[in-house]
């Protein structure tokens, strides 16, 4: 066999690579099951607890108020879950292991990408257990199949979108502690100074300025819109505006760091 | 035989830290060099630079013929990297990390297992091959990371520093790898702060000291560079080391004096009359010896007369360094 081994020709498959890293850093869940838990039980625990605790004070019932927040929730949830390619991508320069992936003959955007393409899974995982359980609480998708589809669609674009800046953060910070202050110091105002939880018109003045404003305020109007059967175009429209911007600013930033990184 | 590594004017600068100066060398194929120096000579800079992980700023350097600036991809399919601090996944098998690497040289899948369980059975590491690394000793995971830089059967191996922390068996145990695999054909570019490992192995030796080559040659041709013998002796009462070492530096050659590992003086003499002066010398001030004895010189004395300072005295501080971070 070792003549078929690694011939100097051999080409560079980006795909394959990509799926490599991908599966390498989803194994990682088996090593790690409370990863799963964070996955799954933590969001279903957020709906709960939102849904129950506020829903009365905020929209008169529960019932309603899940209506109402299902969407954010699950948007508010997507924010936080590229934390694992930013601390993963952290946690792998400093044990050395992108300088392992860097002396092979791989695809340079392969380390970066499996990493996404992970959280991807992720991502469509926390959208179908968020959902499900929404609709066995009660949901209801008032916008039909087409719009349920949509939002996924949304959501998923959404989640993959927010791990070009959080992987930026990743590569760029010196320690992992970092990584987790610089992520929520962004992150939390992000998702709560938006429409996720409340309607923005019971906001101070100052605070709706920012609301309205905030590119996650936007995404989960039109998953809003596209779940319940709202109005949709012109808040999709600025949704897909802001993810593009987001990833045409952070993508080249962090492909930038990851080179530029010692 | 033609040069696997050769570098040229080697310059790599951070900040105002000039990590090479102007670094040299060149490595026959099918041999073992030797890239000596303490902690931060530049050592693993020039690894680094020699396995495209870095850019010079000046100079070049060139691998299995490939420039490592303009070709870099086609220097990274033919070298395998085992770093100073070992680079294996620790939340995935032993198996599986060798298994990713198969996959990603582009092995297939069948392939790729059947690489890892050889190279798992190769480096006695088959019963913990499904074991997390995290779970590993220290000699099992360097053990496993030089495996992962053999996956694509690299003609050329760069392993930095790959003893240190070791247990002395562990490293006898991974000495004897490296020699399997160079009678195999591979070429191996080993750097190291411990003297002895670079006599016990290297074919030829460049000693580099704050980035710059200050010595260069076999381990004999080095030793015999610093020239002369050693005698050394060893007092039966501890107490009598001050006054045995004042007795040995009349007897010194050069500027470097007596110097003492606590039990034992050393002193590098250019005539070996020396050794029945010494005998008279101590017997007349009353000092008994456990030891005396003349000795070609070792590549610490080699380190001292071109650093002018021992190898060791510097590493203590950075492996504390090292081991808190």
Redesign the interface.
């Known amino acids: 066999m070792s003549a078929a081994v690694l011939e100097p020709t051999g080409r560079v498959n980006v795909v394959s690579n990509t799926l490599t890293i991908a599966r390498r850093n989803l194994l990682h869940i088996k090593a790690n099951p409370e990863q799963l838990v964070e996955m799954s039980i933590q969001p279903l625990m957020f709906l709960v607890l939102f849904v129950y605790v506020f829903g009365g004070a905020i929209a008169g019932s529960s019932r309603e108020y899940l209506q109402f927040a299902l969407p954010g929730i699950l948007i508010q949830g997507l924010a936080f879950t590229p934390f694992t390619t930013a601390i993963g991508l952290n946690v792998d320069f400093q044990r050395g292991l992108i300088d392992r992936f860097r002396s092979l003959p791989i695809a340079r955007s392969a380390v970066i990408g499996g990493r996404i393409a992970a959280d991807g899974v992720r991502i469509v995982w926390s959208v179908l257990i968020m959902t499900g359980f929404g609709v066995l609480l009660g949901f209801r998708f008032g916008g039909g199949a087409a719009g349920a589809l949509g939002a996924f669609a949304l959501a998923v674009a959404f989640g993959l979108t927010m791990c070009w800046p959080m992987a930026f953060i990743g590569i760029t910070a010196r320690a992992t502690e970092s990584v987790n202050t610089w992520g929520f110091m962004i992150i939390l105002p992000l998702t709560f100074a938006s429409s996720a939880f409340a309607d923005p018109a019971s906001m101070p003045g100052w605070l709706q300025a920012f609301v309205n404003v905030n590119p996650v305020t936007h995404v989960i109007d039109a998953t809003r819109g596209l779940m319940l059967g709202g109005p949709v175009a012109d808040p999709l429209l600025r949704a897909v505006i802001w993810l593009a911007l987001i990833q045409g600013v952070f993508a080249p930033l962090a492909i930038a760091q990851y080179r530029r990184r010692v | 035989m033609s040069s696997a590594i050769e570098a040229e004017g080697l310059v790599k600068t951070f900040g105002s830290v000039r990590a090479l100066d102007g670094i040299d060398m060149v490595a026959r194929e099918e041999t073992v060099f030797g890239l000596l120096g303490p902690n931060g000579a530049g050592k693993t800079t020039a690894i680094?630079v020699l396995?495209?992980?870095?850019r010079p700023d000046e100079g070049r350097a060139s691998v299995g013929g490939y420039d490592v600036v303009r070709h870099p991809?086609?220097v990274?399919?033919?070298?395998?990297?085992t770093?100073?601090?070992?680079?294996?996944?620790?939340?995935?098998s032993g198996k599986?990390n060798l298994y990713?690497?198969g996959?990603?040289?582009?092995?297939s899948s069948r392939?790729a297992r059947?690489?890892a369980v050889e190279l798992l059975e190769a480096f006695d590491l088959s019963d913990a091959a499904a074991k997390?690394v995290?779970a590993y000793s220290g000699g099992m995971r360097r053990r496993l990371d030089l495996a992962?830089s053999l996956v694509?059967?690299p003609r050329l191996l760069y392993l930095d520093e790959p003893t240190t922390g070791l247990d002395p068996r562990s490293r006898l145990e991974l000495w004897g790898m490296i020699r399997a695999l160079v009678a195999d054909g591979a070429t191996v570019l080993l750097t190291t702060q411990y003297l002895e490992e670079a006599d016990q192995l290297a074919d030829e030796i460049v000693v580099i000291d704050h980035g710059k080559v200050i010595a260069a040659g076999t381990p004999a041709q080095l030793k015999t560079r610093v020239g002369g013998q050693v005698l050394q002796a060893q007092p039966a009462d501890p107490a009598d080391l001050e006054a045995t070492q004042r007795i040995m530096a009349e007897f010194a050659e050069g500027e470097d004096g007596t110097y003492t590992d606590g039990q034992m003086v050393m002193v590098r003499i250019a005539d070996r009359s020396a050794l029945g002066q010494a005998v008279r010398r101590l017997d007349e001030a009353g000092i008994v010896v456990e030891d005396l004895s003349l000795r070609r010189p070792s590549l610490d004395e080699v380190f001292l007369a071109v650093t002018g300072h021992l190898a060791e005295e510097r590493t203590q501080t950075d492996e504390t360094e090292r081991s808190r971070s």
């Open positions: 680094r396995s495209t992980l870095l991809e086609r990274r399919r033919l070298i395998g990297l770093g100073q601090y070992a680079a294996v996944d620790e939340l995935l599986e990713m690497i996959r990603l040289l582009g092995l392939l059947a690489r997390l995290k992962a694509g059967r």
